[in-house]
């Protein structure tokens, strides 16, 4: 029966995107428990970074005029805050982890 595949599809999509808005507005609490003391000035998708690649670290400008910075290993291992060593101001870095730099 196509449409009911098409229909229970449509109502899987539905809860899918329920669940990701309930989630999304509890998600300091829920998803990462240490970011509940973070004050996180914005969130940069990892394209929109410079990565250094004799840092290894991605950089994204900071309104004080120096950097976030956060290294590629961090990532990896599934850190997403890059910090501002002068001001202190976080950024959160929106990445998948196939989207990062392969080779070791
Ligand atoms: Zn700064």
Known sequence: MPSTTTIAAAAAATAAA???TTLSSSSSKTKQEAADDLDIYD???IEDMT???K???YHYPCPCGDRFEIVL???RDGEDIAVCPS???MIRVIFDL???PKGE
């Open 43 to 45: 969130e940069i998708e």
């Open 98 to 100: 196939d989207d990062l």
């Open 73 to 75: 290993g961090d990532l």
């Open 51 to 53: 990565f250094d690649k």
């Open 87 to 89: 001001c202190s101001l």
């Open 18 to 20: 329920t669940t990701t």
């Open 55 to 57: 840092l290894q670290l």
